[in-house]
C-alpha cells in the first residue's frame, strides 16, 4: 500500500472503532435495561444478567458494524475533505477509484470481521442463549421462590410466599388461579414444600384453605384441607427448548437441509437457503456501504460550507439498500429458487458505489480538457 493508502485506512479504522463502540453501547444498553427488568423480576442474580446480556452481544455487533463502517467513511471523507487533503490527491492525478482503494480496503476487513460474526459466533450464540433460556424458564426456584413479593408466573396466576425457610418449607402461602373463563380459584395454606412428581414439580400444602368463586352466579365454595397437591408444571412458561431456530445451524447445513432440520425447525427450505446466503451477503453489504458512503462525499467536491447535502443523499442511499434488502427477502422466502436475492442489496450498492464514484469524477475531467 502507498503512504497515503495507509493513512487514510488508519483513519478509518481508528473511527470504525470509536462508532462500532458507541453504537453498540447505545443499542446494548436499550436491551439491557428491558433484560435486566424481566430477570430480576423472574428472580434471577446479576451474574445470569451478564450471561445473558454476553450473549447477546455478537447478534448487536453484528447489526451495528454495517452502520459503523458507513459512518466512519463518511465521517473520515469529510474530515480529509474540510481539510483540502482529498484535493491535494485529486490535484496529483487520483482519481475517485484510485481513492476509493483504502476505503475498499477497510470495507474488507469489517467484511473479514462480519464473516466471522454471521458463520461462527452469532449462531453459537444464539444455540447457547436458547439453552441457557430454556434452563432459566425450567428453575422453578428462579421462577416461583421469591419471597415477600407478588409474583405472576403465568397469565392468570398469582403467587405469594412470605418466608422462605433454610430448609426449603413456604411459609403462609397464596396462589389465586384465575385461568378458567368460568371459575377463579384461590389457594391459602400455612406452609407449603416443592416435590418432584411423575409429571413434573408438586406443589404440596398443608393446612390451607381453597376458596373457589363460580362467575356464574357468584356463588363461592370453601374447602378446608389437610394437605393438598398442585400441579405447578404448568406454571413454568416457555419451559424447554420446543423448536430449534434454523439461524442457530451452521451454514453447511444451510444450504442442504435435512427433513428433520426442517421438522426440528418448522422452516421452509426457502427460509434455510436465504439465510445461508444471507451469512455470505451481509459481509460484503458492510464493504459495499462504506464504498457508497465515500463516494456520495465526493460529488460535491471541496466547499468551504462543508458536504451536508452529500451526507444526507449518502443516508438516502443507504436507506434505499436497505429498503432493497426488505423487499427482495420477503420474495426470496416465498420460493426456494430465488434465494440468491439476498445478494441484491449487495448487488444494488456496489452498482450505486461505481456510479456514484464515475459520476464525482466527471466534472473534473471536463475541466481538464476545457
Not at 459503523?68 to 490535484?91: G, K
Not at 442442504?256 to 445461508?276: D, H, K, M, V, Y
Not at 460529488?299 to 443516508?315: D, Y
Amino acid at each position: 500500500m502507498s503512504r497515503f493508502d495507509r493513512y487514510m485506512l488508519s483513519q478509518l479504522m481508528v473511527v470504525f472503532g470509536f462508532f462500532a463502540l458507541v453504537l453498540v453501547s447505545i443499542y446494548w444498553v436499550n436491551r439491557a435495561v428491558a433484560l435486566f427488568d424481566q430477570l430480576l423480576g423472574d428472580g434471577q442474580t446479576a451474574l445470569v444478567f451478564l450471561e445473558i446480556s454476553a450473549l447477546t452481544l455478537p447478534n448487536v455487533i453484528r447489526l451495528v458494524l454495517p452502520v459503523a463502517s458507513f459512518a466512519a467513511a463518511v465521517f473520515v471523507t469529510n474530515r480529509l475533505s474540510t481539510d483540502s487533503e482529498l484535493v491535494v490527491m485529486q490535484a496529483t492525478g487520483f482519481s475517485s477509484f484510485r481513492l476509493a482503494r483504502p476505503v475498499l480496503m477497510f470495507g474488507l476487513i469489517v467484511a473479514l470481521m462480519m464473516s466471522v460474526l454471521t458463520h461462527y459466533l452469532v449462531p453459537a450464540s444464539r444455540a447457547a442463549l436458547a439453552d441457557r433460556q430454556a434452563e432459566i424458564a425450567e428453575n422453578i426456584t428462579a421462577r416461583l421462590l421469591t419471597e415477600g413479593r407478588f409474583l405472576h408466573p403465568a397469565e392468570g396466576i398469582t403467587l405469594y410466599i412470605r418466608e422462605i425457610t433454610p430448609q426449603g418449607e413456604l411459609r403462609d402461602i397464596y396462589l389465586s388461579d384465575a385461568r378458567s373463563e368460568s371459575s377463579r380459584t384461590t389457594y391459602s395454606a400455612r406452609s407449603a414444600f416443592i416435590v418432584r412428581g411423575d409429571s413434573g414439580p408438586m406443589l404440596v400444602m398443608v393446612e390451607g384453605v381453597a376458596q373457589t368463586l363460580r362467575r356464574e352466579g357468584q356463588r363461592l365454595f370453601t374447602t378446608r384441607f389437610a394437605d393438598f397437591t398442585y400441579d405447578i408444571g404448568a406454571l413454568i412458561t416457555g419451559g424447554g427448548r420446543g423448536r430449534i431456530d434454523a439461524r442457530e445451524l451452521p451454514t453447511t447445513a444451510l444450504f442442504n437441509p435435512s427433513l428433520a432440520a426442517l421438522e426440528q425447525t418448522g422452516q421452509s427450505r426457502a427460509f434455510f437457503l436465504f439465510e445461508g446466503h444471507s451469512r455470505f451477503a451481509q459481509p460484503m453489504l458492510a464493504a459495499v456501504t462504506a464504498v457508497v458512503g465515500f463516494g456520495t462525499l465526493l460529488l460535491g467536491g471541496f466547499s468551504r460550507f462543508g458536504v451536508w447535502r452529500q451526507i444526507l443523499f449518502a443516508i438516502v442511499l443507504l436507506v434505499l439498500v436497505q429498503m432493497m434488502g426488505n423487499v427482495t427477502a420477503g420474495i426470496a422466502l416465498r420460493d426456494e429458487r430465488l434465494a440468491v436475492l439476498a445478494w441484491t442489496p449487495v448487488v444494488f450498492g456496489a452498482a450505486l458505489s461505481v456510479a456514484v464514484l464515475w459520476a464525482s469524477g466527471r466534472p473534473r475531467r471536463r475541466r481538464a480538457a476545457a
